[in-house]
């Protein structure tokens, strides 16, 4: 079974930036798209960004184009989502999943806890 785990989340006020990390085997690092995802409260689960960790290749919803960015780190299995001048509404729970395709936007695994971001005005 693919494990991913996600850390990173924090409570920041509104402009702040913060990054996130998804840290995966090296197997599911190597074989998947791996995504981010967040769900704010009260509303459903929504893509964020994707990125296929060993070519770097990348896209983001349009919700976030501009503010948010995703990179991995092969030698750490690890995929981060940087987040910049963050808002109110990107409060929330944000999970990393496996991503259906490159270009995709559903997430295919299992679900992790997730971490919290909390952004304050």
């Known amino acids: 079974q693919e494990q991913l785990v996600e850390s990173g989340g924090a409570s920041v006020q509104a402009g702040d930036s913060l990054r996130l990390s998804c840290a995966a085997s090296e197997d599911t690092f190597r074989k998947y798209i791996l995504g981010w995802f967040r769900q704010a409260p009260g509303k459903d689960r929504e893509f964020v960004a994707a990125?296929?960790?060993?070519?770097?290749?990348?896209y983001v919803a349009e919700s976030v184009k501009g503010r948010f960015g995703i990179s991995s780190r092969i030698v750490e299995n690890t995929v981060y989502l940087h987040m910049n001048s963050l808002r109110v509404e990107d409060t929330g729970v944000y999970y990393c999943n496996m991503v259906n395709y490159f270009g995709g936007k559903m997430g295919v695994g299992s679900w992790g806890q997730g971490t919290q971001v909390f952004v304050s005005s």
């Open positions: 990125i296929s960790g060993p070519s770097g290749k990348s």
